[in-house]
């Protein structure tokens, strides 16, 4: 997986996001770099629902981050609706951040407990001097309608007084309010319980259709990002492995990576057969020193030596499915002699 | 074999001889006492497990499922007051005093909690925490201890034990963190586990192998399990018997084929209608339970899953339910109009002509 390229990104005039080639680095101790992200190329499609999925640590926070400019990528572009974000900054950078907004994973740590909800909610519109105290106040009780609060209700109380899922639905009309184009959505029902969080993916999709959302969907819940997503990309320590349409990612995953993620996801089904996720023992590798070459071949069951020698580029495979390995698991393309599956 | 004592005495005992019973907990009740009142965090639950068998605990935040585990092993704050008993082999845990329950833990009775880093101490070595059982309760020396130690942390899978040992749990990974805290639990060879959303904290792809060698400890060990999650996925692959709480109370209980098969409580399949599934095509519209829990300060007079209940009848809405025997052997529910029953069906229809309004929220 580890894999470069930008053979999957549609022509510039399609898409509202565009991430080409970014990196994202942090100092660690002794002068060295820690490469979060590492040569990530995706686009978003205007009204489309991007998922980025991956285990711990494999950077997709850290991307999400990177297109907020918070902190902005080491190297690479995000252009935002024809407007390189990466080259702006300051005054320039802050005008155009009203129309992509961020919701959080954690919803009761991302709200103020001191302040009213009202005014929570209504705090951007404030900051950005939109309208007269009396529009904004029918604004905030309208986004909070639409995220299924009761405004007269919730409007003077504050977030200790609301569920988990309350607040996450607080955070959403809190990003809604100044009526963004894009809004990522980081982790944001992984704190959550299953029926609740069945309530805000939801919502998420009847918000999407209400206000003409593009979403960029973070989770590593792969069922999850599976009933949201029109585009599935697939991480592993700072590059893309696979980007394909959701069901057909699902269906017949080209990376090993992908095929093994979906292995270890446990069934609500007790007749399902056991199945055994074809991951080579081991950890993450530090990404300190990631692998040379592909940066999955350590746990790939599908390593050959060129895994190690050349980092495999995104190719298409299949209609609408890219994918970064030189040995993928499609058909037509038969694993080398000497090796072992 | 399970459910309230008249269930537990109707339990065919010659079939399962007596001494495969492990731990009886009957009708236990904790509750807390608040400014606000009394919370009844854990309201009459009763469950018998046998040896080596593994009880998955499913249920949403606040059902009860963590202060039931705790419950039973009396590690209880002060402001509780317990009722009920809990029998594990010949003795009573509920009767005995602080001494007497330090030398059971641990030896008797373990637990895996939910968050590895809080669970293990952060200024101590790996190899100090993981002997310090083992010399405190089997009185090994030193030497014995650190052999003990460094074949237990080979058995859960961790690469070089002997530099594990030396290290600090900042310096593991969350997935290498949660072995050294089953090694820890697994140290002086407990006969009952407890497991309170062990794998929570931890990516899918760790998730799964923790989850097997959980299963592969107990069964080397004869171990019983009681497996706390949230995840149906979770236990429909890890458990032998299933109970799911809701507000404080055992609303269903079976074998888990059997659950899983022929569910009989509207708030087991709703929670199961709930969870996006990797079947179905993307995009697709999630059932939702309406509504959220009830407060455990003042539960619902009647069923405490009416008020969000698809099947909810006047009758649920006064009169709790009891636990009832469905038709498969150890098959319990508490439910007037189960799913998948005739008078369910025509409940749920009813409804549906004439639908009460019910509340959105989360």
Not at chain 1, 63 to 89: C, S, Y
Not at chain 1, 223 to 245: F, H, Q, T
Not at chain 1, 260 to 288: F, M, N, Q, T
Not at chain 2, 205 to 224: F, K, N, P
Request: hydrophobic share 40%; with cysteine; proline share 9%.
């Amino acid at each position: 997986m580890a894999g470069s390229g930008t053979a999957h990104l549609r022509p510039a005039e399609a898409t509202l996001l565009r991430l080409e080639n970014l990196d994202v680095e942090f100092p660690a101790g002794g002068g060295k770099r820690v490469s979060a992200v590492a040569d990530v190329s995706i686009d978003v499609a205007p009204g489309e629902t991007l998922g980025l999925v991956g285990e711990s640590g494999c950077g997709k926070s850290t991307t999400a981050r990177a297109i907020m400019q918070l902190p902005p990528p080491t190297r690479g572009k995000v252009v935002f609706d024809g407007e390189d974000l990466t080259a702006l900054d300051g005054e320039r950078l802050r005008a155009v951040r009203p129309r992509f907004q961020i919701v959080f994973q954690d919803p009761i740590s991302s709200l103020n407990p001191r302040r009213k909800v009202g005014d929570i909610v209504g705090a951007p519109l404030k900051i950005w001097d939109r309208g007269s105290e009396a529009e904004r106040r029918a604004r905030v009780d309208e986004v909070l309608e639409a995220v299924g609060l009761d405004p007269d209700t919730a409007r003077d109380k504050r977030p200790h007084e609301f569920s988990g899922g309350q607040c996450q639905r607080i955070c959403i009309a809190r990003a809604l309010v100044l009526d963004p184009k894009l809004v990522i959505c980081d982790e944001p029902v992984s704190a959550l319980d299953v029926s609740v969080q069945a309530q805000i993916l939801n919502l998420l999709e009847d918000l999407k259709d209400r206000y003409g959302l593009t979403l960029v969907f973070i989770t590593h819940d792969l069922a999850v990002v599976k009933n949201v997503s029109d585009r599935v990309a697939v991480m592993y320590l700072g590059k893309i492995c696979e980007v394909a349409p959701p069901d057909r990612l699902y269906a017949e995953p080209a990376h090993p990576y992908t095929a093994a993620l979906l292995e270890s996801i446990p069934v609500p089904d007790p007749a399902a057969p056991v199945r055994k996720a074809g991951l080579a023992a081991g950890e993450l590798p530090s990404p300190l020193s990631p692998p040379s070459g592909c940066r999955f071949r350590t746990r790939c069951p599908r390593a050959q030596d060129r895994c190690a020698a050349e980092e495999p580029q995104i190719r298409l495979v299949a209609e609408g499915q890219y994918v970064a390995c030189h040995f993928p698991l499609v058909a037509d393309e038969p694993l080398p002699i000497k090796g072992s599956q | 074999m399970i459910g309230r004592r008249e269930h537990v005495t109707r339990a065919p005992d010659e079939l399962r001889p007596y001494s495969r019973r492990l731990l009886e907990v009957d009708d236990l009740a904790t509750h807390f006492t608040t400014p606000r009142g009394k919370v009844r965090a854990v309201d009459g639950v009763s469950f018998a497990l046998e040896r080596g068998r593994t009880l998955g605990l499913v249920g949403e935040s606040g059902s009860g499922k963590s202060v039931l585990s705790r419950s039973i092993m009396g590690l209880l704050p002060g402001n509780v007051e317990r009722q009920g008993s809990v029998a594990f082999e010949d003795h009573r845990l509920d009767q005995m005093g602080p001494a007497e329950l330090r030398s059971f833990w641990g030896t008797q009775i373990a637990m895996v909690f939910q968050d590895p880093m809080t669970s293990l101490n952060p200024v101590m070595r790996i190899g100090r925490q993981i002997t310090e059982p083992l010399r405190f309760h089997l009185g090994m020396d030193r030497r014995e201890a650190e052999k003990m130690a460094l074949a237990l942390l080979a058995s859960v899978n961790i690469p070089e034990p002997g530099r594990r040992l030396r290290q600090y749990p900042h310096e593991l990974s969350g997935g290498m963190r949660q072995r050294v805290v089953i090694a820890i639990a697994l140290a002086c060879g407990p006969k009952l586990l407890f497991a309170d959303e062990p794998t929570t904290a931890l990516d899918v792809t760790v998730q799964s192998q923790i989850l097997d060698l959980l299963r592969t400890q107990q069964r080397e060990r004869d171990m019983a399990m009681v497996l706390v999650t949230h995840d149906l996925g979770v236990v429909a692959g890890h458990t032998d018997e299933v109970a799911v709480m809701y507000a404080g109370q055992i609303v269903e209980q079976a074998p888990t084929r059997t659950l899983f098969a022929s569910m009989r409580m509207p708030y087991t399949a709703a929670l199961l209608q709930s969870i996006p599934r990797l079947a179905n095509a993307s995009h697709t519209r999630l059932d939702v339970i309406a509504g959220r829990p009830p407060d455990l300060l003042d539960p619902p007079r009647g069923c405490r899953f009416a008020p969000r209940c698809p099947y909810a009848q006047d009758r649920c809405r006064e009169e709790p339910p009891p636990l009832q025997e469905a038709d498969e052997p150890g098959h319990v529910y508490r439910c007037w109009f189960p799913v998948g029953t005739e008078r369910g069906q025509e409940a749920l229809e009813r409804n549906l002509a004439a639908p009460v309004p019910q509340g959105v929220d989360g």
